[in-house]
């Protein structure tokens, strides 16, 4: 599938057709599932995945099978089943809530934060902690997300870790003005039962970087733990 390098689509999109494929009357032997990097792996065999079941496509790969399961396009109750047999798989179902948390994108190519420093000490003065997510395993970032009550993030894939938020759980999105697809989390925390509002953020024409509206984020997140 298209895109199944990103880490949003890998979980949201395919990982649900997966748990389809899993419920069929035929249990597969073999999985074809593209671009594979340590985390998918590490995803997959949490979902009863083995090395040996993967087969990798490539241009030249020729499959031939008695019998295929092509799941559809998965549903809301697919997405729920994947949060909580992951949740349960990588050992977060029971954790204390609390915590308040700020996913930064400060290492990544697009939608930076020019003015992080100051987001930073706003957030940190109201006991929210910063995750770097690309330095944490999935187990880690399952269970960051998993003990928020509040979370805090510019639009982006680390957003695809709200399948282990807690049903109730308040986002506060800063999302860039203009972006085409800026309902696509409030849609998933709808899915998942979560509290999402929006934060629009101006951007620099390149869009690399993006200035966070310190007024507009602090009153969304007064509201958020209120």
């Known amino acids: 599938m298209r895109c199944s390098h990103n ?4 979980l949201i999109d395919i990982l649900p057709r997966l748990t389809l494929a899993q419920r069929a009357e035929v249990k597969p032997d073999l999985y074809l599932i593209d671009s594979l990097s340590s ?3 590490q995803v997959l065999e949490a979902l009863g995945v083995t090395a040996s079941q993967i ?3 490539h241009c030249q790969l020729l499959v031939e099978a008695n019998v295929a399961v092509l799941p559809s396009f998965p549903g809301p109750a697919a997405l729920r089943e994947l949060s909580e047999r992951l949740t349960t798989a990588l050992g977060a179902t029971n954790v204390a809530g609390g915590r308040r948390l700020y996913i930064s994108r400060r290492h990544a190519r697009t939608r930076r934060v020019r003015n992080e420093a100051s987001l930073e000490r706003l957030l940190h003065g109201q006991g929210f902690h910063t995750a770097l997510m ?4 999935l187990a880690e970032q399952c269970r960051l997300v998993r003990e928020a009550d509040v979370i805090v993030a510019v639009h982006g894939a680390g957003l695809a870790n709200l399948l282990f938020a807690r049903p109730g759980t308040r986002i506060v999105e800063i999302v860039p003005a203009g972006r085409y697809n800026a309902t696509l989390y409030p849609e998933l925390s709808r899915l998942l039962g979560l509290d999402h509002r929006i934060v629009s953020a101006p951007t620099a024409r390149t869009r690399q970087v993006l200035t966070a509206p310190l007024d ?7 509201e958020a733990l209120n």
């Open 39 to 41: 985390r998918q792996r």
């Open 55 to 57: 087969v990798q496509p």
């Open 7 to 10: 880490f949003y689509h890998w």
């Open 216 to 222: 507009d984020v602090a009153r969304a997140v007064k």
């Open 134 to 137: 690309e330095q944490h395993n």
